[in-house]
């Protein structure tokens, strides 16, 4: 199902040019940037300072600073998908004791895999067998996302004060692909998605749905443009639409388009078809990391 939305949105859009100013384009053609192939939508990362050529002795303060100013080109999309679709009440009454019963009924079945989880969190490095993480939910209200710790206990304080390390975070969308701080039982951990199972609690709390836009940390916002309203008048998702075409293989630039997509299109069939393809993707282990 969710490919024939996709391929409308495609369509819908073919026609529809991105506007970019001289320079903004002189910009994306030098910088590392990220691109959608489908040229429906384009995120570029541009630095100005000497993060990427920091030398080993850049002060904390410095990196830190780098981490919470970074600057995002923005580029025009396509106005087709800037409209925020009207509110559904029925659709989201379902959708809630949709999330209400599956939530309750997965974590009382996973109850012993979680256990076992947790223990081998514990046994594998110190720290807390939780890593909570500020998220924003529907709205713009924070939220604290729950997982199983994948990373050693001071994979945040190691981000803030390795260049090379903030660097590479935010070229790569927030992510960063064989990142040293994970722990061996957390690549295990990541790479069958059983680290996001704690999620479930914030699914049962509300603040998360099974289904929709990944949450987002405050500081991605910017990356949204004139589109990060209409990312917000959604309840956040356990998985969703670029989950289910390729998880993390999928290009950042085109996780937006498509969470645009999910919102303008979403309905309790759409849903069910993504919770399908979630699973088959987890299973497979398609492009996590």
């Not at 290009?251 to 088959?280: G, H, N």
Request: overall charge neutral; hydrophobic content about 40%.
């Amino acid at each position: 199902m969710f490919e024939n939305i996709l391929d409308e949105s495609v369509q819908e859009d073919s026609n529809i040019s991105l506007r970019m100013s001289p320079s903004a384009s002189a910009t994306l053609s030098q910088e590392a940037g990220l691109m959608l192939s489908r040229q429906h939508l384009a995120v570029s990362y541009t630095s100005h300072s000497a993060l990427d050529n920091a030398p080993p002795h850049l002060e904390v303060s410095e990196v830190t600073d780098e981490l919470n100013n970074a600057k995002f080109e923005v580029i025009d999309l396509p106005e087709s998908l800037n409209v925020i679709p009207a509110k559904q009440p029925a659709y989201e009454l379902v959708k809630r004791f949709f999330d209400l019963v599956v939530a309750a009924i997965l974590l009382l079945a996973l109850a012993p895999i979680l256990i076992v989880v947790a223990a081998c969190v514990l046994a594998s490095s110190k720290g807390p067998v939780l890593f909570k993480q500020p998220r924003l939910g529907r709205n713009g209200k924070k939220f604290y996302c729950y997982k199983f710790r994948s990373m050693v206990a001071d994979a945040e304080t190691l981000l803030s004060t390795s260049p090379e390390l903030a660097s590479k975070y935010l070229e790569q969308g927030f992510k960063i692909k064989d990142d040293p701080r994970v722990t061996k039982i957390g690549a295990f951990l990541r790479k069958s998605s059983l680290d996001e199972l704690p999620q479930l609690l914030n699914v049962l709390k509300g603040d998360m749905s099974m289904i929709g836009p990944r949450p987002i940390v405050p500081k991605e916002l910017s990356k949204y443009g004139q589109y990060s309203n209409k990312l917000l008048t959604v309840v956040p998702g356990l998985s969703g639409m670029w989950q289910a075409s390729g998880r993390s293989e999928t290009t950042y630039t085109e996780r937006v388009r498509m969470d645009m997509v999910y919102i303008d299109k979403r309905s309790i069939m759409l849903d069910f078809s993504l919770a399908l393809r979630t699973v088959t993707s987890v299973v497979k282990g398609t492009g996590a990391h």
